[in-house]
């Protein structure tokens, strides 16, 4: 099973970017990367999901070395309500032999 | 308009008891969840189906067991409750396994 670790918390500033690696050294050829943002009280929230190389969408990218042992979210300029715990998600979406395992999470405190 | 809904939201019980959690996805997703998150934060994966069929079942104590009325609901049973089963519990739907989307969560507590 691909298991995943990360920072277990993060502080960083208003208008900074941000950089959360996740390694996932025994990650299967199946398997995508997905990272999930988690605010108290609620449930988790998708951000980005990717395989290689980079995806960027309009609040996040995910680079992802040609290894593909380890991912980095970032975020761009964030702001006080980033606060939250981000979570990596590594699993194989076909369906048939789906192994989800999320990382521990990594608490951001994003301060004024 | 909810996505994915659970009730309750709060579940006080007292150990020994039986209780069910549901959930349902007005999406259309053909893949349902259930996750368990305990006091340190830690998502873990209890159940998954994908049209009406078990897809994914870690490692939990047959106490606990998804039940799929339609491909808009997955309910969580639970047998025998006992004080480790305090936690909360997410439902999720996806298509195709690609994105999740999480329900509320439902606060457990065994006392």
């Known amino acids: 099973l691909a298991k995943t670790t990360q920072p277990i918390s993060m502080d960083s500033y208003e208008g900074q970017e941000v950089n959360i690696t996740c390694s996932h050294n025994?990650?299967?050829?199946?398997?995508?990367i997905t990272w999930y943002q988690q605010f108290p009280s609620q449930g988790p929230r998708f951000i980005i999901q990717g395989y290689k190389t980079k995806v960027t969408n309009e609040v996040a990218s995910l680079f992802i070395p040609a290894d593909r042992k380890s991912s980095t979210l970032s975020l761009p300029r964030v702001s006080l309500s980033d606060t939250a715990v981000y979570y990596c998600?590594?699993?194989?979406?076909?369906?048939?032999?789906?192994?989800?395992?999320f990382g521990q999470g990594t608490t951001l405190q994003v301060k004024p | 308009d909810t996505a994915v809904s659970q009730t309750p939201k709060y579940l006080v019980t007292q150990m020994g008891n039986d209780k069910s959690i549901k959930c349902e996805q007005n999406l259309g997703h053909d893949t349902m969840y259930w996750y368990k998150q305990d006091s340190k934060k830690f998502l873990k994966i209890m159940f998954s189906?994908?049209?009406?069929?078990?897809?994914i079942n870690e490692t939990v104590p047959n106490r606990f067991s998804p039940k799929s009325p339609d491909k808009a609901h997955l309910n969580l049973h639970i047998n025998s409750l006992e004080l480790g089963d305090s936690a909360v519990y997410f439902c999720a739907s996806s298509q195709n396994y690609n994105e999740q989307f999480f329900g509320p969560g439902t606060r457990l507590t065994v006392l």
């Open positions: 189906y994908n049209n009406k069929e078990l897809i």
């Open positions: 998600l590594v699993g194989d979406t076909s369906g048939n032999t789906g192994k989800l395992i």
């Open positions: 025994n990650i299967a050829t199946n398997d995508y």
